[in-house]
């Protein structure tokens, strides 16, 4: 059994910076991927970013040259830099991991981004 927990969400203003981060607990295996979903109220989740257990990484649209996704495998930990935040990037991220055929869910961490 794997748990996650995100930490790092806040009210930040737009233009401003938050830095995500999810660690991983439990039966972890060595290859694996792990990313960010944000749901907005109303709205349905969506991909944020993955990366890969080698470092393979891809985003959406809509954060990609702001938003950069990074793991430590070491410490089966994931973060999420997120520059020139924007009003339209206020959801609750959550951090997801997937393993053969097992997937993981944190329970969330709010993102406020004020105009």
């Known amino acids: 059994q794997v748990q996650l927990v995100e930490s790092g969400g806040g009210l930040v203003q737009a233009g401003g910076s938050l830095r995500l981060s999810c660690a991983a607990s439990g039966s972890i295996f060595s290859i694996n991927v792990m990313g960010w979903y944000r749901q907005a109220p109303g709205k349905q989740r969506e991909l944020i970013a993955r990366i890969t257990s080698r470092g393979s990484t891809n985003y959406a649209d809509s954060v990609k040259g702001r938003f950069t996704i990074s793991r430590d495998n070491a410490k089966n930990t994931v973060h999420l830099q997120m520059n020139s935040l924007k009003p339209e990037d206020t959801a609750v991220y959550y951090c997801?991991?997937?393993?053969?055929?097992?997937?993981?869910w944190g329970q969330g961490t709010q993102v406020t981004v004020s105009s």
């Open positions: 997801r991991l997937q393993q053969l055929r097992d997937d993981y």
